[in-house]
């Protein structure tokens, strides 16, 4: 310990005649040197200059007890590792830390000189530039050890003597670090996965196709972008959910969604719907002008559905859009810049239709930086069961029902190829539930056309052939007959049954000419 530490507190005299040096160590000091001094002793900087006082009895006893001190065996307990080399590189000494932390036994290195026992070690560059380092995680990699690192240079009256490196083991804490970054990882992930799957819940994306999750994946990923999206797959595959999910998933879903299906507008109105006009632009023009659904949709989004039905002409124009980011009004005398994202869905083959030129190359690369290919219904036949019990839940709600599958039912569904998709699965479901079926497919069935019958006893009434009021009608009227026969003619017991007030039961039983 330096004197100069010893005395910073106390009170500068500068009167006293004797004195030592500010920068001696108390093992530096000889008890009997201290004798011929005074009872204050003047403690001086290099320039003599008085900097503090010290009792002499003080430092007596001060040097005493660093002449008991075992500074080495204090050393010992101390958890960080020590090594000390003098100027030539040459190893005098080692604390037990040192030997644990690196595995090396104090007898095999003691002694020897560090540049042939670890040549890459920081501590030798600290013997050639004689600067400190200090490192918060260095690899030591002859034991593939992490530490936290501090290496000071030794001086002596200015002259180096040599290095001391103190080190600590983080092996373990980095280990833990790198699980816990590992594990913050799969958190975030899985956060994401249950974002994506209350968006997709909240969409009525239901699915467990792996080919299908794959694909939302992508959706997902390019959601945080504002790369041009075309989605492609068969009608009522769920194509216009997809870009739903896309808006809302993406930075933009504060902004407006515009849908435009492009094969119900007619050409010669398609311009002034995607672009607007100006008022008195051309005959029958609004007198305030028209705002197109591309400015509507600045900031956000616009779907272009059915974009293979897209003329040449205004396929230049779209292309123009998204070239310049800025449309032109009908009537017009200048450009209008927009912010917008575009998605697009076909169920078309627009490379075919490119080979007949109908549809534009340019075009058609500028839409396809990130293209969604949405399997059909045939090609996730595992999300059939989900779909229809989703649908059918809803219906239920819907018209009061309470209907259920059975295995049966999913046999049926399973094996059906279903051309029209999930809107096909959709439509059919709600029929069932309007109809009333309990057994869903168990009575009625599919054909190609995607026509239904429904059973009742031995008369098929064919869905081609009579009108969907006249078969509820009917069934309302079975219904209400083997209710009333079940209650054995008792009508509050037959009102029980069917849930339904008083005045409805007698008001049906009269419109269907029903005894009761």
């Known amino acids: 310990m330096r004197l100069i530490d010893l005395i910073r507190h106390k009170k500068i005299l500068s009167s006293q005649k004797d004195f030592i040096s500010g920068n001696l160590n108390v093992s530096e000091i000889n008890c009997e040197d201290l004798l011929h001094f005074g009872n204050e002793i003047s403690i001086v900087d290099k320039e003599k200059k008085v900097i503090g006082i010290i009792n002499k009895e003080d430092l007596l006893y001060l040097v005493k007890q660093n002449n008991k001190l075992n500074l080495e065996r204090i050393l010992d307990y101390i958890e960080e590792g020590i090594i000390a080399i003098d100027e030539n590189g040459r190893i005098y000494y080692m604390n037990y830390a040192y030997s644990q932390i690196l595995g090396v036994p104090l007898y095999r290195i003691l002694g020897k000189y560090l540049q042939k026992i670890e040549s890459g070690a920081i501590l030798n560059k600290v013997l050639e530039n004689k600067e400190s380092f200090c490192s918060e995680k260095h690899l030591i990699s002859s034991v593939n050890k992490y530490v936290s690192l501090k290496i000071f240079p030794q001086f002596s009256n200015g002259k180096f003597i ?172 200048s450009p209008i810049s927009v912010d917008v994202r575009v998605i697009t869905a076909t169920n078309k083959p627009l490379e075919k239709l490119m080979k007949e030129d109908k549809f534009r190359e340019d075009l058609f690369f500028r839409l396809n930086v990130i293209s969604l290919n949405v399997p059909p219904l045939r090609e996730r036949k595992e999300d059939i069961p989900l779909l229809a019990n989703h649908f059918l839940k809803i219906y239920n709600k819907m018209y009061n029902r309470n209907l259920k599958t059975t295995p049966k039912d999913y046999d049926h569904m399973m094996q059906y190829s279903w051309p029209g998709n999930i809107r096909q699965l959709q439509n059919c479901i709600e029929r069932s539930v309007i109809l009333g079926i309990e057994a869903l497919y168990q009575t009625i069935n599919i054909d190609e056309n995607n026509n239904i019958s429904v059973e009742k006893g031995n008369e098929i009434l064919e869905g081609n052939f009579i009108s969907l009021k006249d078969i509820l009608k009917d069934y309302e009227k079975s219904i209400l007959e083997k209710v009333i026969e079940k209650a054995k003619g008792d009508k509050d017991e037959a009102v029980k049954i069917l849930k339904i007030s008083k005045r409805t039961f007698y008001r049906k039983c009269k419109e269907f000419n029903v005894m009761t």
């Open 162 to 333: 040599g290095a001391i490196s103190i080190f600590k083991d983080i092996t373990e804490l980095n280990s833990m670090n790198q699980e816990v970054k590992r594990m913050t990882e799969v958190i975030e992930e899985y956060s994401q996965k249950l974002d994506s799957q209350q968006a997709f819940k909240d969409l009525g994306i239901i699915t467990q196709s792996s080919k299908f999750l794959k694909i939302l994946e992508v959706a997902n990923i390019a959601a945080y972008t504002n790369a041009t999206i075309l989605i492609r797959g068969e009608s009522g595959v769920g194509k216009e959910v997809l870009a739903k999910l896309v808006h809302s998933s993406s930075e933009r879903r504060s902004q407006p969604l515009i849908t435009v299906n492009c094969a119900a507008i007619p050409d010669n109105l398609f311009e002034s719907e995607l672009f607007g006009y100006e008022g008195g632009s051309f005959t029958g023009a609004n007198k305030s002008g028209k705002i197109g659904k591309f400015q509507l949709a600045d900031k956000g989004t616009i779907f272009l559905d059915e974009i293979g039905d897209l003329s040449l002409a205004m396929q230049a124009k779209l292309l123009r859009v998204l070239q310049q980011n800025e449309i032109e009004k009908i009537g017009a005398h």
